[in-house]
């Protein structure tokens, strides 16, 4: 082989072993141009960005936290006190005035109707005495006999005989005249007249019905249909406010009820471990869903000295009038939610 072939051989052969070097050898690469960074100080300002971003992030949990606590311990305090002065109560109309019949009998007339508003002295239903008439119709006759003898009497010659019955004639008028009277004043009992200016609220007994002077023991069983004259209805609840008792304990609703004031309280029953917050003259808030009020202004009344025992514990009554627009009255025996100021 000549040298020419030799040398070609030589070059090829270190060519390839160049080419198979091991990566090892190999020059690591450089930084990217226009960096100007090592790769070690890099690195680190990576880390420091990463921590930057962590502690951040820390700080944002501990304010969070730190205002959570803030509002726990300042909203929890107020709901738990307003909690303990919120009670719920009962309304209570004092201006509701109770009419009935003064004696037993049946219902005549009844010459109003519900929500009607009445005046002084207005006849607001009669009760019919079959009795009663024929009492006034004999009063009468015996009258119109006493004036007929008396002025037959007066026509006859003037005789001391004459004279005493003439004088008999004058007493036997005069009886029948008072007797007259009488059963006039007891025909007026057998009527309901407004004791003054007011709207009528409660009509609980119909034309027909048997009533007495505790009022209307029972609903007549024609109550539940309607009626062209004035059905039997009320606009105030059954309860202890509006019932009465007649001596055979049976209960009984007045024959009309007569709103005769706008006037209205609140009675509630506080429990004694709150009762110690209360006291008369205290303000407070009124709310009574059903009609619509809303934070109608009061003052605390009463508060009664005596415990009441009720199926949560002892309890003190406590009366709260209202002090706030009239607007709009609740009916006795409403739920009312009192939230009593500080």
């Given at each position: ?112 109707h519900l929500g009607q508003a009445v005046k002084d002295g207005q006849m ?219």
């Amino acid at each position: 082989m000549s040298s020419t072939e030799t040398t070609t051989a030589d070059d090829a052969t270190g060519t390839e072993l160049n080419g198979a070097a091991s990566p090892e050898l190999a020059p690591s690469p450089g930084p990217a141009l226009g960096s100007g960074v090592p790769p070690a100080f890099a690195g680190a300002a990576a880390r420091r960005r990463d921590r930057t971003v962590t502690i951040s992030q820390l700080l944002a949990g501990l304010v969070i936290t730190g205002v959570c606590l803030v509002a726990v311990l300042w909203y929890v305090p107020g709901i738990i006190r307003t909690d303990t002065e919120s009670f719920t109560g009962t309304v209570v109309s004092n201006g509701i005035t109770n009419l009935n019949f003064a004696s037993s009998g049946l219902v005549g007339r009844i010459q109003v109707h519900l929500g009607q508003a009445v005046k002084d002295g207005q006849m607001l239903a009669t009760e019919t005495s079959a009795s009663a008439a024929k009492s006034l119709s004999a009063d009468r006759a015996a009258i119109t006999a006493a004036q007929a003898t008396l002025a037959s009497l007066r026509a006859e010659p003037v005789t001391p005989t004459t004279n005493a019955s003439i004088a008999a004639a004058n007493a036997q008028l005069a009886k029948a005249q008072a007797q007259l009277s009488a059963d006039k004043v007891a025909r007026s009992e057998a009527q309901i007249v407004a004791p003054s200016g007011g709207t009528v609220v409660a009509i609980n007994a119909q034309p027909g019905e048997a009533v007495t002077s505790a009022g209307v023991r029972t609903y007549s069983a024609s109550s539940q249909g309607t009626s062209s004259q004035s059905p039997p209805f009320s606009l105030l609840p059954e309860g202890p406010t509006t019932s009465v008792k007649n001596n055979n304990a049976q209960t009984a609703l007045p024959m009309i009820a007569l709103r005769t004031s706008t006037s209205w309280e609140v009675n509630a029953l506080v429990p004694e471990s709150h009762i110690s917050s209360v006291r008369a003259g205290q303000h407070a808030t009124i709310s009574v869903p059903a009609v619509g009020l809303q934070h109608v202004r009061a003052i605390v009344r009463q508060v009664a000295p005596t415990p009441v025992s009720t199926s949560a514990g002892t309890a003190y009554q406590v009366t709260i009038s209202v002090t706030g627009h009239r607007q709009v009255t609740p009916l006795n025996g409403m739920t009312a939610d009192v939230q009593l100021g500080s």
